[in-house]
């Protein structure tokens, strides 16, 4: 039975620790020069209904390092853009490609696709998901502590209470690591995922202070203040987003070995200082290139 990933929900604890495995191999084959092409002769659509740099090059980068070859449909190009049924546009591309990767708004539109298709349907970010980034971002934490067990992490997430920090939530639910998270009132994570850790016993704790959010912990996670499709409320939010930048006086309160993570893009003087981006503390560059193995590493189990 094809398996799709809509959100890391969909994986279980023991899948995802695999695939952080393989992706830690195929790093290391590529840093060999090591051919590998389980992929060849499959093919792999990319529906971007927003704009990309590292979603769309890593998935691209990544089906032709394994042999195989991708179709980018770029926003407004499909025929969904003139509202062909999106059942239809599933039941479509299942007779060409091997797997879509969809870059949209509404998490149901990734989730009727996958409903409708035969092939898996992987989530390349929508408003309330990006499961491609944590998941990728796992990888990069293991790398940093050099250890593969998760569960005695402390990670804060300073900010927007968005795609990414609902994603961060959902990795806590599999991986049982403690999650701080930091969000002004009225911009908090997903409500359900929220209450979901809980009822799990999970270690997830929302706080309206970064300072208390970001004490003792070996990861400070940030992301933009206003996401795509959310640049009109931009000014608005630098205003009540201030307090969460993540600079160094907020790094000072983490563990001294802590690292810093953002997904990218990101805006030095908003969100985050230039300091600590381009600062030793920083990650962000591994964390990129991170995205490239692990969705190999997907690619391969769920296209090959
Ligand atoms: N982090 C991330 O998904 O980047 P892009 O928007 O460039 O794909
Ligand atoms: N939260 C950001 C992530 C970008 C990769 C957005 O949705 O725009």
């Not at 952080?20 to 002769?41: N, T």
């Not at 998490?107 to 349907?121: F, G, K, N, S």
């Not at 970010?125 to 293991?142: F, K």
Request: glycine residues 6%; contains cysteine.
């Amino acid at each position: 039975m094809k398996r799709d990933l809509l959100t890391v929900l969909d994986l279980n604890r023991a899948e995802i620790e695999r695939l952080l495995a393989r992706a830690r191999e195929l790093k290391a084959w590529q840093r060999e020069g090591k051919s590998h092409r389980p992929l060849e002769g499959k093919t792999l659509a990319l529906i971007f209904d927003k704009p990309s740099t590292r979603t769309r090059v890593s998935f691209e980068a990544g089906m032709a390092q394994l042999g195989g070859t991708s179709i980018y449909l770029a926003p407004g190009q499909t025929q969904m853009a003139r509202n062909e049924p999106i059942p239809d546009t599933a039941r479509v591309l299942s007779r060409y490609v091997d797997g879509v990767v969809i870059r949209t708004f509404a998490q149901e539109t990734a989730e009727e696709l996958a409903r409708h298709a035969d092939i898996p349907v992987i989530n390349g970010l929508t408003d309330t998901h990006h499961p491609c980034q944590v998941l990728s971002d796992l990888l990069t934490i293991q790398e940093h502590f050099q250890h593969q067990c998760l569960s005695h992490l402390k990670v804060a997430w300073v900010g927007d209470g968005n795609n990414m920090a609902n994603s961060w939530i959902t990795a806590a639910l599999h991986l049982d690591f403690t999650l701080c998270l930091a969000c002004p009132q009225g911009y908090e994570p997903d409500a359900g995922l929220l209450q979901e850790a809980q009822k799990k016993g999970r270690r997830v704790y929302l706080t309206r202070d970064p300072r208390a959010a970001a004490q003792d912990v070996q990861v400070i996670n940030t992301d933009v203040w206003a996401s795509m499709g959310q640049e009109e409320e931009a000014a608005a939010r630098r205003e009540v987003f201030k307090p969460y930048q993540v600079n160094n006086e907020l790094l000072k309160l983490a563990r001294p070995e802590a690292i810093v993570l953002h997904c990218l893009p990101a805006h030095r003087g908003e969100e985050i200082t230039a300091e600590v981006l381009d600062g030793p503390q920083s990650a962000a560059w591994d964390q990129a290139e991170n995205r490239l193995h692990f969705q190999k590493a997907l690619l391969e189990w769920l296209l090959g």
